[in-house]
């Protein structure tokens, strides 16, 4: 007898609390409507529509995985990002909230600077998904993607195709796909984790996530010590520089920047109230 999207929903929350799984029901709405690609709320218009074999094998399999820890939006392959469909692998980061705030902050100001013709480099990119949110928000500025790792960058590309945005994508380390090219902004969410702190991540981050994406040496400032010697002659007069942080790093990183001409800095805060964000301009 086949079963209804109600009792999969049920019989998936119930078996994924047994396994102590945050938000059960959720997790199960969730990896349901992306099984069946539709938006959550449309599974409750269909709740007596009854499931096909394959698509019970699959939610079979994804429940499996969830419970193996496996982050759901890897399961997914999906997430949203500031109105964009951007695909995650385990290739790349899953893009975080703290993110999607900096990218928010910046299309803010770019908006009211309407940066026609001006130059964004999106450094470290991962799945595309800062720059692309910002192109999607900000149609004339030219923006660059680009990451030291293949594979993110075919992500980055692929994802740009899929929301119809046209930006450029380069490979390389920080800055070495910018020789002798010069920016008027700045966004990069860096790796920024030290040895000490990757060893006390949850195991949904250090299993699946790319430590490529998330160490940065001893301190987890390997990356803001870098920029902040190499990034100067890559920026045009009045340049601004946008860095995510990690919430303990505010201090770090001012006294890190403060050896650089800049005109003036200021740390930003997330919803939580943390040191998060850390915005330059240059003289
Ligand atoms: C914290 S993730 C950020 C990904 C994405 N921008 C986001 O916010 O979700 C850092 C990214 O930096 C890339 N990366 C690591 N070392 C790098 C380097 N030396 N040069 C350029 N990119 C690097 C990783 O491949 C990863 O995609």
Known sequence: MLKTIAEVLTLSATFLTDHQIERPR???EDLLASILKVKRIDLYLQFDRPL?????VLMRQYLKRT???EPIAYIMGEVEFLGCRIEVTR???IPRNETEILADLVIKKLKVLEP?????WDLCTGSGCIGLGIKRACSSI???LSDICPRAIELAKSNSVKNCLQVECRVGDLLQPFLNEKADFVICNPPYVSKKEFDLLERSVRDFEPSLALLAGDQGTDFYERLSIELPRFL???AQVFLEIGHTQGGAVQEIFRKVPW???QILKDWAGHDRFFFLEIE
């Open 91 to 93: 290739d790349v980061l």
């Open 116 to 120: 026609a013709k001006r130059v964004l």
């Open 142 to 144: 030219s923006i660059v």
């Open 26 to 28: 959720r997790c199960a």
């Open 52 to 56: 096909v074999e394959s698509e019970m």
């Open 263 to 265: 005109r003036g800095s």
């Open 236 to 238: 045009n007069p009045r």
């Open 67 to 69: 419970i193996a820890k």
